[in-house]
């Protein structure tokens, strides 16, 4: 869903509002941090789309990919 708008709202809708996204960073902040650990938690979702979709919030800097652990939330940026 692209609204090509300039509002925060509007932005933060196109990010996050793709199916599972949501519940994706649901499982991040419930301490769930390698692939497998978040497609256990999301028992319905498919590798591929749980790998599109974890890339897509990395390319928009919701999560960063760590060589070790895994996957978690990015820090958050000080204005």
């Known amino acids: 869903m ?6 925060p709202i509007a932005k933060a809708t196109e990010i ?5 996204t949501i519940l994706i960073i649901r499982e991040l ?15 319905l979702i498919s590798p591929t789309i749980l790998s599109k979709r ?3 919030q990395s390319q ?3 999560v960063v990919k760590k060589k070790i652990s895994g996957w978690a939330i990015a820090p958050t940026r000080k204005p």
């Open 29 to 43: 902040l419930m301490g769930g941090s390698r692939f497998n650990e978040l497609q256990r938690g999301l028992s």
């Open 16 to 20: 996050i509002g793709e199916k599972w």
């Open 54 to 56: 974890l890339e897509s």
């Open 60 to 62: 928009h800097g919701l």
């Open 2 to 7: 692209e609204y090509g708008q300039f509002c």
